[in-house]
């Protein structure tokens, strides 16, 4: 087993490495580290959780010198992930003042950001979008950048920065080093390896989805009107541990932390419409209790890097197979054991999850799911006894209160029946159904 003295890193770099408690190089980082040194380009396979980000921080460290001007530039999807990739920067520089690192993207003071930058940044980190308006203003100058990181490649794909990260590396030397980090290898990557790269290396560390492999994974069927009463019961179940939800849309995720909230759970929404102070609220918040759960979006999501994450559950099936790696690749890291839930609702999902198990040759079972009695959130100011309602036919709405759920009316005034007591009544309101005590999915 090869340590990092054994990579050709300085004595202070390894002192630092030891200082963190970082003892040995992940496989990564072993096989990185050494073709980066050597000023070679790389394209780097791994899955998250592998140890990547310092693969590529510590080679960038090695070379790069206080003198006041841009050397090295890390682009990456989201800004947690930016944030998360600052941080371990900062905790091998630790205390010395003469390295600058700067982290730029979108939600915060960007006057903050020109300040932070006209300082003298030697390492920036950030997201296309941001770096993109930082060059336009000139407050952010590439032309003497050496280094170049394309971290997350394919998500950063697959939300559409394409263009831009064409726009940032053609305002770079073409004599630059560029490193490529990757979970998968597309076609558009494929292009990008092309035009920007010059005879790169690729190292991939382990076997696609291999993250996956010792996952117990599950899934559900459920009729959509009922998959926040399924999540209510799966996670009633399931033992006390950090979870993560994950939905497709930010409505999504709001609507499900409500109806968490209001069944007792101490349920955080993360998405991409939070101002970034509340995000980071939300993820100290999340870290700081083991207990907690997490309702998130897949852009959100990018960048997270908590331990010990007993559950995943995909409460919307993910859009694609690359989606649901990275989803239940948040659980079962370091060797310890995890689970995957998914909430099914139509045909065409279970055969779309039957397409995912076969991508990533991975077992997916199908199991059942009782909800033993639990009520359905009842709508708050109940009407009173006698209270009128204007109905018209056209709509033929339902009332919803107490033990009524469904309701047959054509016109006219109508009085509400509540308990035991009823009110006067021109029409009286049937109860077509009364929630059974178990239902069996």
Known sequence: MKTFNDL??????????????????????????????????????SQTGTGKTLAFALPILEKVTPEHYVQAIVLCPTRELAEQIHYEFRKIIGKNPKIRVVSVYGGTDMQRQIYALKRGANIVIGTPGRILDHISRKTLKLGLVSTVVLDEADEMLNMGFIHDIESILKQTPEERQT?????????????????????????QVGTPNATISSIRQSYFICP??????????????????????????????????????????????????????????????????PNNILITTDVAARGIDVKDIISVI???????????????????????????????NTPEQVRELEEIEKKTKSK???????????????????????????????????????NVEKTNSKNGNVNIRGGSKIGHKKRTLRQIHKPKSKIHF
Not at 11 to 30: C, M, N, Y
Not at 250 to 259: F, G, L, N
Not at 271 to 284: E, I, L, W
Request: charged share 25%; hydrophobic share 35%.
């Open 224 to 289: 959509k009107d009922k998959k926040k009463r399924a999540l209510h019961a799966l996670l009633s179940e399931l033992p006390r541990g950090r979870t993560i939800v994950f939905c497709n849309t930010k409505k999504m995720v709001d609507s499900v932390q409500i109806y968490l909230r209001k069944m007792g759970f101490m349920a955080l929404a993360l998405h991409g419409d939070m101002p970034q102070n509340v995000r980071k609220k939300v993820m100290n918040e999340y870290k700081s209790e």
């Open 179 to 203: 490193i490529m980090f990757s979970a998968t290898m597309q076609k558009d990557i494929m292009a990008l390896t092309k035009n920007y790269m010059r005879a790169p290396e690729t190292i």
């Open 314 to 344: 995909n409460f919307d099936l993910p859009q694609n197979n690359e989606y649901y790696i990275h989803r239940v690749g948040r659980t079962g890291r370091a060797g310890k054991s995890g689970n995957a839930y998914t909430l099914l």
């Open 8 to 45: 050709g890193l300085n004595t202070s770099l390894v002192s630092a490495l030891h200082r963190e408690g970082f003892d040995k190089p992940t496989e990564i980082q072993a096989r990185a580290i050494p073709v980066l040194l050597e000023n070679k380009d790389l394209i780097g396979l």
């Open 364 to 402: 997916i079972t199908l199991s059942s799911l009782t909800l033993n009695g639990l009520a359905m959130p009842q709508k708050r100011n109940r009407p009173t006894t006698g209270k009128k309602l204007n109905i018209k036919s056209r709509e033929k709405r339902a009332i919803v209160f107490g």
